[in-house]
């Protein structure tokens, strides 16, 4: 096979990819830091503001890897970078599957609700007319 005929090496592609790559993690990763920033004003926010500021800085650091790889070729910092990815891919799953549940659980909890006629349009009424 001619040299020629080789477009490119895994590693120069992966190289690209990796320098495409560092501005949108970057730019995702301090967004994300902000809009925890954000949702820690609120007071339920203030609770669980600290997940999207973990999940800013490891999305920052991934893309800070992403460019180190991208320039020197390093495979350490090709490593330092899937880390961060699966650190953030991992907890975004999980707060996925925790979000799912807790839906699951509210609809079922409605849904009960709903049956036993707590919801019904007589008691809501009364509740309303209760406090003018």
């Not at 001619?2 to 992966?14: F, N, W």
């Not at 009960?112 to 019904?120: M, P």
Request: glycine share 10%; net charge positive; with cysteine.
């Amino acid at each position: 096979m001619e040299a020629s005929s080789v477009l490119s090496t895994p590693d120069t592609q992966a190289r690209k990819n990796a320098k495409a790559m560092t501005g949108w993690m970057k730019f995702m990763g301090i967004m994300t830091i902000i809009g925890g920033c954000f949702q820690a004003l609120t007071i339920f926010g203030l609770v669980i503001a600290w997940l999207p500021i973990w999940m800013g800085v490891v999305l920052t650091k991934a893309g800070t890897k992403a460019g180190e790889y991208a320039e020197k070729g390093d495979f350490a910092s090709l490593d330092g970078m899937t880390g961060q990815l699966k650190t953030y891919f991992t907890i975004s799953g999980i707060l996925m599957i925790v979000s799912f549940a807790m839906a699951v659980i509210v609809a079922i909890a409605w849904a009960v609700l709903l049956g036993l006629g707590v919801f019904s349009s007589s008691s809501l009424m009364d509740y309303f007319n209760r406090y003018r």
